[in-house]
């Protein structure tokens, strides 16, 4: 019913940490790309950024709530007047409707952190992995 009201508040938090995240990588970077003499264009992997990171995790979340909206659009869940929420109309549709968003909800949002993690894990591993190849070879 809405089950997506979950996975949006967390949207929404995280798309406020990315351009926070983003805003502090940008005045760290900045100062570096003026001192920097190499007129190549080559750049080294250092690491995967973070707001890197969080921009996935938006990625996931507000796609997941585009198709979940789309869904309970779709099955009368959602309706384009007040309340919006057709559990809304009646105290115990309310009651359902907050039970499924404590269970439902929590699972999906928790589901989809938790891939986030092992996105962020598997690109760290990566990354290392490439430096690592890359010393070898210089050596």
């Known amino acids: 019913m809405a089950c997506l009201l979950v996975p949006a508040a967390e949207a929404i938090v995280v798309t406020a940490a990315y351009a926070i995240a ?12 003026a001192k920097s003499t190499d007129l190549t264009g080559g750049e080294t992997i ?7 990171k969080l ?9 997941g709530v585009a198709l979940l909206a789309l869904e309970h659009f779709w ?31 929590v ?5 989809v952190t938790a891939v986030w993690g092992a996105m962020c894990a598997f690109a760290d591993a990566k990354v290392k992995q490439l430096k690592a190849r890359l010393a070898g070879q210089g050596a």
């Open 55 to 63: 921009s996935w995790l938006m990625g996931l979340l507000w796609g």
């Open 75 to 105: 099955h009368g869940e959602i309706v384009p007047f007040p309340p919006f929420l057709s559990a809304m109309s009646n105290a115990e549709d309310t009651a359902a409707m907050l039970h499924e968003m404590a269970t439902v909800g």
């Open 22 to 33: 983003k805003r502090k990588e940008q005045k760290i970077e900045a100062p570096k790309l």
């Open 46 to 52: 250092e690491r995967v950024s973070f707001s890197k």
């Open 107 to 111: 699972a999906m949002t928790c589901c």
